[in-house]
């Protein structure tokens, strides 16, 4: 089975692409901004939209069911958009185990320790702005070894926290989209970072959770003018790049010098891997 977001619903395809329906049955917000599966539970497939809301199926994509908690979040909070009248969007999820978060822009972190049945904020201490992450979030990731290692790309600066969103440290004050935490060492670290929306973009590396950071440049010019990453992915050995420009990049991760993929004629924004 293979899903696909879009602005109308989401479109199925049980034919490895020949073949597409729609299988949006349930979908009460049909602008579908990200879609991810479980990678531990078979069939469970999470939508986040714009307006910001969680979807669930566990029929892999064929029927759906919202998570109203996540509507009461946002509606409470008064999320919103810079770009669209929506109150805010979802667009991204990590998964440990029954611990799942959610990115909410412009919202929060949200969190569910129950496989995504019942979701709660994860933004940190309330009082005041010391130990909470900017809401401007762009993606999330948790890490391997623990469902309380979580990290944040937002528009305020890339964060990480310790404890599962109850805090949160800014190791990057920058703007950013993309982050990739090396699943073997939880201290090395490829973040996409920015001097403003699609401004001064570039590729950057720690080794070391983000207290010091330098150029992951080979093979590029940067910092890009116009554009920036927008999502990184990992296959096997390979890291991949996708540009807000609607470029495709690619390296070696234990070389980290990169190399354009021609995809085409059209501008690429999500990629994904298919094993038949």
């Not at 699609?198 to 207290?211: F, M, T």
């Not at 010098?257 to 501008?267: D, L």
Request: a negative charge.
């Amino acid at each position: 089975m293979q899903s696909w977001p879009a602005r109308d619903g989401i479109l199925r395809s049980d034919d490895l692409g020949k073949k597409w329906v729609d299988s949006s049955r349930g979908l009460g917000i049909r602008y579908v901004r990200w879609l991810a599966t479980h990678p531990q539970v078979p069939g469970l497939v999470f939508a986040g939209t714009e307006p910001a809301g969680i979807y669930i199926s566990s029929d892999d994509g064929v029927s759906w069911d919202e998570r109203p908690e996540v509507f009461e979040l946002r509606e409470r909070g008064g999320w919103s958009l810079p770009y669209s009248p929506a109150a805010g969007c979802v667009r991204g999820f990590a998964f440990h185990g029954q611990r799942v978060y959610g990115a909410a822009e412009v919202g929060g972190v949200l969190r569910s320790t129950d496989g995504g049945k019942g979701w709660e904020m994860a933004n940190g201490i309330s009082s005041g702005w010391q130990g909470r992450v900017n809401t401007d979030v762009h993606s999330i990731e948790v890490h391997l070894s623990s469902p309380e290692l979580v990290y944040a790309p937002t528009g305020g600066g890339f964060y990480r926290s310790w404890d599962g969103g109850e805090s949160w440290e800014q190791r990057y004050s920058c703007y950013c989209r993309a982050a990739w935490v090396d699943s073997d060492d939880p201290e090395h670290l490829i973040l996409g970072p920015a001097d403003h929306v699609d401004r001064g973009g570039r590729i950057e590396e720690s080794l070391d959770g983000g207290q010091g950071w330098q150029a992951a440049r080979g093979g590029l010019e940067t910092p890009w003018p116009r554009h920036m990453v927008e999502r990184f992915y990992q296959i096997d050995d390979q890291l991949l790049a996708v540009l807000s420009n609607g470029e495709l990049l690619a390296c070696a991760l234990n070389k980290l010098s990169w190399e354009k993929i021609q995809a085409g004629s059209g501008e690429v924004r999500a990629v994904t891997w298919i094993m038949e």
